[in-house]
């Protein structure tokens, strides 16, 4: 019988019992291992490419949104120019202009008995680039005698300062920074910025290893954080692409932008990014960046013009700019100071000597009011609605565009001490308003919106419209010398009652002393500011006269006239009220006023130039008789406080009272400057001021700091001083009788050979 062969025995497969063995295991895990890293590298390179993408794109374009700039005016210096020796010292103060004998660089002056000496800055103007200047200016009693450039003694007919910057348009909680080059920035202050913050600058590739194990030394040997590992680069990676969260995902994103920006951009590129971007310090509700208005806010001179202990000083507060915060902590910033200077020194970046005087500085700094816009609220209200009505691209409005102004710091300043100096023992809550221009050229120089001048909010100057009484009679008589062969300055007007109905009620006007004096001349009317005949002509000619004249001299909207409207009885502004009287002062010649003279790019290439149309709305001849009318109203008249002040200086002006002296109005000019000035009450309650009592001496206090400059008016070719009867108001012969001499339109009057009366 045969036997099956037995079935083989069947093993595991090798395969199976290599799987569990630690070599396989080892295997598969490096497998994985190199997968996941592989994931992990292609992650990495994508996000390299999206940061890459991102970051070059921000930062080879507009990297910041940078503020509007705003300028006063230059000041401008000729031979002949009125102004004095201290005067001009104080325009150089406000420009923080060092005073120094030696004057061995821009931004220096010195004074002797008769002679100022200024090293001018460069600065870029409408008109162009101003190199540095030193030159020599020379005084007499009535102003500037002589110019001299220095170098080459030669005398030049004119110069000019740079124009004081007073304001950043910054928006609430926005950055606020100056840009400035890197060529710009003193090489000392970048050799201490490196040697403080990051002294293997130029040698790492955007992340310092070493850099973050000494730090870490560091601060385990102290015990506490002393020292950052972060270098420079990565510091502006942080400030411009990153929030401030202390996470290990935001300091890995900082080492990555770090490296990227080392790859795209070269290290000076990185470091004037810095310059412009480190933030240095809190100005009320915006954040002030960048060493170029750094330098601004604390010491209020250009980055080019600080010493050793000013850029010991701010490069030492970025540690901590709340913490060694100059103004609230002095002694903090001091010792922070010194601690960079001793590296300054050790370093050899000074000498024993230069070390030894900068640490003896005082830490001084600039007190935060004076830092740009103190007491211009109001005039930097009326730049900023000027500015919104012009087109300009919004990609030139983000990138530091100059805006210069017609302000004059000095008016300014004059004006807001005369009115804090009157309004001081008045009614605590009286308000004022007041705007100064020159109205050749119709500029707004100065311009306070409230008693307090430096506050904000309601602008009074421009925004308040309130009854403006008197201030209304030149239209009124103006047109009435316009009526040729109608009316002269001796024309009769009635001065006895008159009953009306105004506004749906009966209305009897009333002179200011309630008194009539039967008939009276149209110049004494308007100089002595009499209602009765100024109603009674005011009818005469017509209400739509009236409007029409208003329209004439510049009101630019619709107001509705009744007969009370004759004495005032309509609401205007302080800004159109001077509107008004830019045309009466300037001959009849009506040019808008503006505060804007022209704004730039930030390069210096116009946006916009201030166009000057000026049109003719009134004759010379008439004008000639309404101006020597105002010029009696201060020489005699309701204003004649103005020639006890000013003995032997012709100025004209009108004064204005609303009903129930609610308002008090003064507007006078001089030979250059119109000034108007309103005061009153927000609840419109009454002041118990006339504007002869109230405006009229803030007009008055003003000219005595700004001295005035007598007016000149020469009489026009077809105006001849002529006789009139002063009983009948008719032209008559020279030798009669009861004769007035007053000027008159020689055309429209007859030669007189005989009197007409006895």
């Not at 000219?703 to 009983?727: C, K």
Request: proline share 5%; glycine share 6%; aromatic share 8%.
């Amino acid at each position: 019988m045969s036997r099956k062969p037995a079935a083989p025995t069947r093993r595991a497969k090798p395969a199976a019992a290599g799987r569990s063995s630690p070599g396989y295991r080892l295997k598969r895990s490096a497998l994985f291992l190199g997968k996941l890293a592989l994931l992990l590298l292609l992650i990495l390179t994508f996000y390299l490419i999206y940061l890459d993408s991102k970051i070059s794109k921000k930062f080879s374009g507009q990297k910041w949104q940078v503020p509007a700039q705003i300028y006063a005016r230059s000041v401008e210096l000729v031979p002949g120019k009125v102004i004095t020796q201290q005067q001009l010292m104080a325009q150089l103060d406000a420009l923080q202009y060092q005073r120094n004998p030696a004057l061995n660089a821009p931004g220096q002056y010195s004074v002797s008995r008769n002679h100022i000496s200024i090293y001018r800055r460069p600065f870029t103007y409408v008109d162009g680039y101003e190199a540095p200047l030193l030159f020599s200016v020379e005084f007499n009693r009535s102003g500037i005698n002589r110019i001299t450039q220095r170098q080459q003694q030669d005398a030049v007919n004119f110069a000019r300062l740079e124009p004081q910057l007073i304001e950043h348009l910054v928006a609430a909680q926005q950055e606020d920074r100056e840009l400035v080059r890197l060529e710009q920035v003193p090489e000392l202050f970048k050799d201490t910025l490196l040697l403080v913050e990051d002294r293997e600058f130029y040698h790492h590739h955007g992340v310092s290893p070493l850099s973050v194990l000494r730090a870490l030394w560091v601060n385990i040997t102290a015990g506490k954080t002393v020292q950052g590992g972060s270098t420079l680069t990565q510091q502006l990676a942080k400030n411009m692409y990153l929030s401030s969260d202390r996470t290990l995902w935001r300091k890995a994103n900082e080492a990555l932008i770090a490296l990227v920006l080392d790859y795209r951009f070269n290290k000076d590129q990185i470091l004037e990014a810095y310059i412009n971007e480190v933030f240095v310090g809190q100005n009320y509700a915006n954040a002030v960046h960048g060493f170029g208005l750094g330098a601004r806010f604390y010491f209020g001179k250009p980055l080019t013009e600080l010493q050793p202990a000013e850029y010991a000083l701010m490069i030492g507060l970025l540690k901590g700019p709340s913490y060694f915060d100059p103004r609230r902590h002095p002694q903090r910033a001091q010792q922070r100071r010194d601690v960079v200077l001793r590296l300054m020194f050790e370093q050899h970046l000074l000498n024993r000597q230069q070390y030894e005087h900068a640490v003896q500085q005082p830490v001084t700094v600039l007190p935060r009011g004076q830092y740009l816009n103190s007491g211009y609220a109001a005039y930097l209200d009326g730049v900023k609605k000027e500015l919104r009505q012009l087109s300009i691209s919004p990609e030139y409005r983000d990138q530091g565009i100059k805006v210069f102004t017609y302000l004059d710091t000095q008016a300014q300043r004059a004006a807001e001490q005369a009115l804090q100096t009157q309004l001081a023992p008045l009614d605590s809550e009286l308000q004022a308003a007041m705007i100064v221009a020159n109205y050749q050229q119709a500029e707004i120089i100065a311009m306070v919106g409230s008693k307090d001048g430096v506050q904000g909010g309601f602008n009074r100057a421009i925004d308040a419209r309130r009854q403006i009484g008197s201030i209304i009679k030149p239209v009124i008589y103006l047109e009435a010398l316009a009526q040729r062969g109608r009316y002269t300055l001796a024309s009769r007007l009635e001065d006895n009652p008159i009953r009306l109905r105004s506004n749906d009620q009966d209305w009897q006007p009333q002179n200011f002393d309630k008194q009539y004096r039967g008939n009276v001349s149209l110049i004494d009317a308007l100089a002595d500011s009499l209602n009765i005949p100024t109603v009674r002509l005011g009818l005469q000619l017509g209400l739509p006269a009236i409007n029409d004249g208003l329209r004439k001299l510049g009101l630019n909207r619709k107001v509705k006239l009744h007969p009370a409207a004759l004495l005032g009885a309509i609401e205007l502004s302080p800004l159109e009220v001077t509107q008004l009287y830019q045309t009466l002062a300037n001959n009849g010649r009506h040019q808008q006023l503006t505060t804007l003279y022209a704004v730039t790019d930030s390069n210096g290439h116009v946006l916009h130039m201030r166009d000057h149309q000026l049109t003719q709305r009134y004759n010379n001849e008439e004008i000639y008789l309404l101006q020597y009318a105002l010029m009696q109203a201060a020489k005699t008249g309701t204003a004649k406080m103005l020639n006890r002040q000013f003995p032997g200086v012709i100025l004209a002006g009108k004064t204005g009272t609303s009903s129930d002296y609610r308002d008090s109005w003064f507007s006078g000019f001089d030979q250059q400057t119109l000034t108007t000035v309103w005061l009153g009450r927000d609840d419109n309650k009454t002041i118990g001021l006339t504007g002869a009592t109230g405006a009229l001496g803030v007009f008055s206090r003003y000219y005595s700091l700004q001295p005035p400059d007598s007016l000149i008016r020469a009489m026009p070719e077809q105006v001849s001083l002529q006789a009139f009867s002063l009983n009948s108001g008719y032209a008559e012969a020279q030798n009669c009788l009861n004769i007035l001499l007053l000027p008159a339109i020689s055309v429209e009057m007859p030669v007189m050979t005989q009197c007409t009366e006895e």
